[in-house]
């Protein structure tokens, strides 16, 4: 019986081990010092301060939306971070922008995915530059029961083989699944500050969660 009981070890190894990996631990996407790993306007609009990626002005209006993005895709993935947006000029609205990519016209602009943010617009699903409406939202009434307004906010996106999940300070807003196959499930993770309005955005403890692809 020894042989079978040292077998089994190796057996339930085999068995159950083998599926670890198959989902990363979460890595932080910002150093809290510095854009590397990010591409965007960093001349006007974004920039580190305090540990925070912060775009945008409360001093002079936002002529555009300008998206601050991952040098890198990603595919599916479980997203986390902390947002705040202020502001009380003008259209107040930022977002987190995945499976996206950058627009060439213009080129500020980004196609994809969007986890909006704002009064109004908060955990909802945009389709950003490409069907440009709303795919799915949440009862904005009771959303703003849930957030911390001008303050500090947990968002996370969890985007896996066609669904996608959003949740801010631990509360589902939508489970989203996309019917259209033609619709790209990777691609670039971005933060935006939209433009039209005197707001600044703010963003840390940017941590992703990378997760098995289907096959």
Known sequence: MKPILVALPLILFLLF????????SPVSLFDGKSLSGWQGDTLSTW??????????????????NEFLVTDRSYENFILTLKIKLTGDEGFINSGVQFHS??????????EG????????YSGSLYDESRRNLTLIAPDSTQVMKWINSDDWNDYKVHAE??????????????????????IPQSGLIGVQIHGGGKAQVAFKDIF????????
């Not at 990519?101 to 980004?110: D, G, V």
């Open 17 to 24: 081990g083998c599926g670890e990996g198959q989902v990363d």
């Open 47 to 64: 920039r580190v301060e305090d540990g925070m990626i912060v775009g945008g002005s409360l001093e002079e209006t936002v002529p555009n």
């Open 101 to 110: 990519k950058r627009l060439t016209n213009p080129a500020y602009e980004m």
């Open 113 to 120: 995915y969007q986890a909006d943010w704002g009064v109004g």
């Open 161 to 182: 083989n066609g669904r996608i999940q959003l949740f801010i300070n631990g509360h589902q807003m939508v489970d989203y699944t996309e019917k259209d196959k033609s």
């Open 208 to 215: 992703i969660e990378e997760l098995s692809v289907k096959e």
